[in-house]
C-alpha cells in the first residue's frame, strides 16, 4: 500500500481522487498553520543528520548551538528525528526555550525525539517544508544526508529569487562543507551558473556565536521590512 505523498506523486494516480487529495492537503497546511501560529514567536529551523549518535562532538555542539539560540529568544525547529535534530531540540528545552519537531511519515518508523515540546507529524514533504520556512527567520544546516541538503537548497533557490528576504542559510562545520563551498564557487559562480553576488547567499562558520548573532540581527532587519 502506497503512502499518501507517494500516491500522490504517482504518475498513474487516479485524478478522479484529487478532491480528495486536495481536502487531505488543505487539511494537514491547516493545521499546521494553526498549531505554530499559536505557539512560536521568532524562530531557527536546525537541520542535520539523524544518524550521528550522542558520542559523537558534533552532538554535544548542537546541542550547544539549541541551548545559545534558546537563550538569545528563538524557538528551535527540527525535523523531530534523532542524531543532530535531537540535539539541537535538547538543548533548546534544557535552556528553557520552545523546541519544536516536524516529523514526516515514512516507511521506515521514526518516531519523534523525546526533547520536543511542539510536534506535528506530517505526510507530505511539501506541506512541512512550507512551515519550516514560513515559521523560521533563518536556516542553520548541520553536516547530514540528502534530506539536509534538499532544505538547504531549498532555502537558497527562494532567497535567490526573492521569495524570502532577510532570511540567512548559515552552514555549521567549515571543515564538514568546504568541499561543497569549493565547488559552488569554482563549478557554479566560476563558470557562470550562478551570479557572483550569489555566494553570499551562504555563510559557513564554526562559530555558535557569530551565528546567532547573524541571524538576530537579519531577524530585525526582517521586521522592519
Known sequence: MKM??????AALADPAE????MERIRTEIDAGFHLLSA???????V??????GAEDPRYAEARTMGSRFADAGFAVITGGGPGLMEAANRGAAEAGGTSVGLGIELRREQVLNPYVDVSMTFRYFFARKLMFVRYASAFVVLPGGFGTLDELFEALTLVQTGKIHEFPVVLIGTEHWAGLMAWIRERLKDQGFIAPDDIRLLRCTDDIDEAVELIQQCHLRRLAL
Open 39 to 45: 505557539r512560536l514567536g521568532k524562530a531557527v529551523a
Open 4 to 9: 499518501p505523498d507517494e500516491e500522490l506523486l
Open 47 to 52: 537541520f542535520g543528520s539523524a544518524r550521528l
Open 18 to 21: 484529487d478532491p480528495a487529495r
